[in-house]
């Protein structure tokens, strides 16, 4: 397999201007017919050869302009179809037939379920079809799909439906028309026995748009929360963005076989059910909270990559980053916007700085890769969206809004660039962002580190910043960025200070611009050493290299005015705690637990929390995986043993003040997902978390009680998940029997329930594993349960993925060689947590490389491939 190279990008030969398909359906012999409006575009030679786009497609016929071509005149290999000469106008119509029954890839057309149903992005379309299958290739579509009348009595594509009828032998057809301009990324089928619940919308312009949830059946109860999510997404997009809704129809399918989380295909949005369905009985805060960022995400894509797309693939972060933003953005206002933030921030600084500091590091904009699959990774999306916040912060709200107007207006219809949408910025702002750029080329994690002093008889403080951005793979020298750190200073009694520099006055909180190696500001009139807090609501995707005492960091947990700043000065806190917990588990010392800490923490506990969401993140100690990624050598062990040490006791000692506050957090209200009462839920769990931490038989009756009182799936997930986590593995199993027999026909559920056994720490946790991938609910074809399995074991179970006998190595390793044949993607992203073994034990290293060498022996996907071949060099 061999690169593609950003540099060596061509602007299309041939353009066109409309396409036409037909499919007639069936599981092993879908037929597609193909009649495509083609124009040579202007500047290319006359004897330019067509070459389509076709992934290992059987071409049954093959015309132009009616006339059928003759062997010798275009040649078919497994990747393309070139035709050697074409008019400068013409009409091309090909034939090909597939078999969406045994596409295992989920790429392309396939059978989820016996429904068919298509994933294109980002190079699915070429598995459909003969095709320049280019995001910069635009065309109107028209889509007639036919199919048998019993098996798929529903029968969608993208746009409004014109046509539809009966045929001979029990078949129908319905054509779709799609009046806007697309690429074929986007294009969407699905055919199904399929049913719906419908609203209507009226846009801000006056457009009445209907809007439909397809979903098998047995599903129809799961669909409510989404359709108020996707109403609520509607308007907040005019509202906030000035983005209106485009067509008469708006239409979201729940597949249950699907690679991502969901597909922003024109009028068409498809979704991993898991990322749509929900109520209840069957679904935890945490995931109606996700559903209604994914909705948003999807509808939001409407303008920003659909209407807006990329110009190539090397351009995603364009779409993905500026979406993922504002998706943020609408989470945060429809719930806690400190909540989200925090959450956001955990999710970058846990697994996307681990990215980026592995092998498989690349830049927002990547400037080459083997298989673009492989780039919808959290750098792009979470790290582009945390680019697209830095621009809104230097630009401010008002200047921002100008310039995505100015953004959505001038390339409104195009196939554009990253510089398109920052020179919008920059015109709108005055800005000279060309410094910023650098945030799009450059891999890797910027480290700032602080020095700080007080000079009493001057009355000065001086910060001296410093920014350095480790090498990543193919980036050995690093230009300095420009770094925005907002920050603060805080006086004796914990208020701001005002702020002075070279005489200005900068208000209670700046933005300093960190924009060479090292920077030095003054600030004057301070009238005695403050504690600055630095890079408040997280300004800038970086690592701050800030050494605190733990009394300063006690100070601004407890008094910064930044909401974020006094969460994180909370996990600083806790970190330096259970780093000494960890120093004392290394030499075999035995493990005890800082009285000052634990004063914190009850005072937290014990104060009337007046934000329930932020407190119970506050009372959440740092996941095993970001105390990793503090570390230079990740001592796996240490980490897990200082944690589960200070969370038991912290149980114990506080036993108390953590019942008190699980009793006053009850509640009989009737459920909702809404704000107040997750907040309060989360709260309520924590303390359970705690109380059963303890190990005390009281703490488990609790647990007992709010599973049996079965009250919603919040509650009695958070209950299974203590029972089930148990030392004694006798106090859960009655529980996850009980679940797992209740549940067996949920598979969304299921899930859930193969999640909290494969991530409970016990030794036989792998044994667990293989046994469950026996389960008649476990299929590894299913993404969804793969990841609910598999995924949640090596994510979530750090001890025994990383076992000292390489058998969580091992178990990964057989999975991936498995699902490198069937779902190629799915492998690629799979195999990563092997790849990250930079820091660990030399035992550990050696053990993943072995693994890692035994898949490379295998013949590898491109996906794979480049993956491990990363990982190995
Ligand atoms: N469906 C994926 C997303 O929405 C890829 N575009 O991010
Ligand atoms: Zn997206």
């Given at each position: 397999p061999h690169a593609i190279y950003l540099k060596d990008y061509q602007p299309p030969r041939y353009q066109v201007e409309h396409t036409e398909l037909r499919f007639d359906l069936a599981p092993d012999a879908t037929r597609v017919q193909a009649t495509l409006q083609i124009a040579r575009a202007p500047g290319t030679a006359s004897d330019a050869a067509l070459v389509l786009d076709g992934d290992h497609l059987t071409l049954e016929h093959?015309?132009?302009?009616?006339?059928?071509?003759?062997?010798?005149?275009?040649?078919?290999?497994?990747?393309?179809?070139?035709?050697?000469?074409?008019?400068?106008?013409?009409?091309?119509?090909?034939?090909?037939?597939?078999?969406?029954?045994?596409?295992?890839?989920?790429?392309?057309?396939y059978q989820s379920n016996g429904m068919f149903c298509t994933q294109c992005e980002p190079e699915g379309f070429r598995r459909i079809t003969f095709y320049p299958d280019r995001p910069d290739v635009m065309a109107t579509f028209t889509t007639t799909v036919i199919g048998d009348q019993a098996a798929t009595p529903i029968l969608l594509a993208n746009g409004n439906p014109v046509e539809r009828g009966e045929l001979p032998d029990?078949?129908?057809?319905?054509?779709?028309?799609?009046?806007?301009?697309?690429?074929?990324?986007?294009?969407?089928?699905?055919?199904?026995?399929?049913?719906?619940?419908e609203d209507q919308f009226t846009t801000q312009g006056g457009r009445e748009v209907t809007l439909q949830i397809w979903v098998e059946q047995q599903n129809l109860d799961k669909t409510a929360f989404a359709m108020t999510a996707l109403k609520h997404s509607m308007r907040w997009d005019e509202e906030r963005f000035g983005r209106e809704y485009d067509l008469d129809l708006f239409m979201i399918v729940a597949v249950d076989d699907f690679n991502m989380g969901a597909m922003e295909n024109k009028g068409?949005?498809?979704?991993?059910?898991?990322?749509?369905?929900?109520?209840?009985?069957?679904?935890?805060?945490?995931?109606?909270?996700?559903?209604?960022?994914?909705?948003?995400?999807?509808?939001?894509?409407?303008?920003?990559?659909?209407?807006?797309?990329?110009?190539?693939?090397?351009?995603?972060?364009?779409?993905?980053?500026?979406?993922?933003?504002?998706?943020q953005l609408f989470s945060s206002d429809m719930n806690s916007a400190p909540v989200k933030r925090i959450e956001d921030v955990a999710l970058l600084r846990t697994a996307q700085f681990a990215e980026d500091s592995g092998p498989t590091a690349h830049p927002v904009r990547p400037d080459h890769f083997i298989e673009i699959s492989n780039f919808y990774t959290l750098t792009v999306y979470e790290k582009g969206a945390e680019v697209v916040r830095m621009l809104c912060n230097l630009l401010g709200w008002e200047t921002f809004r100008k310039g995505s107007d100015l953004y959505f207006e001038r390339f409104d219809g195009q196939a554009v660039r990253v510089e398109d949408f920052v020179d919008c910025m920059a015109e709108v702002s005055n800005l000279d962002l060309t410094q910023f750029m650098r945030w799009y080329s450059q891999a890797g994690t910027p480290e700032v580190s602080v020095d700080s002093a007080y000079d009493a008889e001057r009355r000065t403080f001086t910060l001296t910043l410093s920014q350095h951005t480790p090498a990543t793979p193919g980036q050995d020298e690093k230009a300095p960025l420009q770094i925005p750190v907002e920050m603060g200073l805080l006086d004796e009694q914990g208020a701001d200070m005002a702020l002075?520099?070279?005489?200005?006055?900068?208000?209670?909180?700046?933005?300093?611009?960190l924009d060479e190696s090292t920077k030095q500001f003054v600030f004057e009139d301070v009238p005695h050493a403050p504690v600055p807090s630095l890079l408040r609501g997280f300004s800038a995707p970086v690592k701050l290299r800030q050494t605190l005492t733990r009394e300063q960091l006690s100070f601004l947990m407890r008094h910064d005015s930044d909401g974020f700043n006094r969460w994180d000065a909370g996990q600083q806190l806790a970190l330096k705690e259970l780093e000494t917990l960890m120093a004392a588990y290394r030499h075999g010392d035995e493990m005890v637990l800082d009285e000052f800490f634990v004063e914190t923490v009850r005072s937290l506990v014990e104060t009337p929390a007046s934000d329930k969401a932020v407190l119970a993140e506050m009372l959440t100690l740092p996941t095993e995986a970001f105390i990793a990624e503090q570390q230079t050598t990740v001592d796996i062990d240490a980490i897990h043993q200082a944690r589960r040490f200070a969370i038991a006791r912290l149980g114990d000692t506080l036993f108390e003040a953590f019942e008190t506050l699980y009793t006053q957090e009850q509640s009989d209200a009737a459920y909702a997902p809404d704000f107040d009462q997750i907040a309060q839920r989360s709260l309520k769990n924590v303390a359970l978390a705690y109380l059963c931490a303890s190990g005390r038989e009281e703490a488990f009756a609790y647990a007992r009680r709010q599973f049996e009182a079965n009250a919603n799936m919040t509650d009695v997930r958070a209950a299974l998940t203590q029972l089930a986590h148990a030392g004694d593995t006798s106090i859960g199993d009655p529980a996850i029997r009980a679940f797992g027999e209740r549940w067996a026909h949920d598979p969304l559920v299921m899930d859930q329930w193969f999640a909290t056994q494969v991530s409970r720490p016990h030794e036989d946790a792998l044994e667990r594993v293989r046994f469950l991938m026996a389960h008649p609910a476990f299929s590894i074809k299913n993404p969804n349960r793969v990841r609910a399995l598999i995924g949640t074991f090596v994510n979530q179970n750090r001890v025994n993925f990383h076992r000292r006998d390489g058998q969580g190595y091992r178990l990964l390793a057989d999975v991936v060689i498995e699902l490198n044949r069937l779902n190629p993607e799915i492998a690629a992203r799979m195999v990563l947590p092997l790849t990250r073994f930079k820091r660990l034990d030399e035992t550990r290293r050696a053990l993943m490389l072995e693994q890692l060498e035994r898949i490379k022996a295998e013949p590898l996907s491109r996906n794979v491939y480049e993956v491990v071949d990363k990982a190995l060099t």
């Open positions: 093959v015309a132009i302009d009616g006339q059928p071509l003759e062997p010798g005149e275009f040649e078919v290999t497994d990747r393309a179809l070139t035709i050697y000469t074409v008019p400068e106008r013409f009409r091309l119509d090909t034939e090909v037939v597939l078999a969406p029954a045994s596409n295992t890839a989920l790429e392309g057309l029990g078949r129908h057809f319905v054509t779709w028309n799609d009046p806007h301009p697309k690429p074929a990324y986007l294009f969407a089928l699905v055919a199904g026995n399929l049913e719906k619940i068409l949005n498809i979704f991993n059910s898991s990322a749509v369905l929900a109520n209840p009985d069957t679904t935890v805060d945490a995931m109606f909270q996700r559903i209604e960022g994914i909705v948003a995400h999807e509808y939001f894509h409407n303008w920003s990559g659909n209407r807006v797309t990329c110009r190539d693939w090397f351009q995603l972060a364009l779409k993905e980053g500026f979406t993922v933003f504002r998706d002075v520099i070279d005489g200005q006055s900068h208000g209670s909180s700046t933005v300093l611009n």
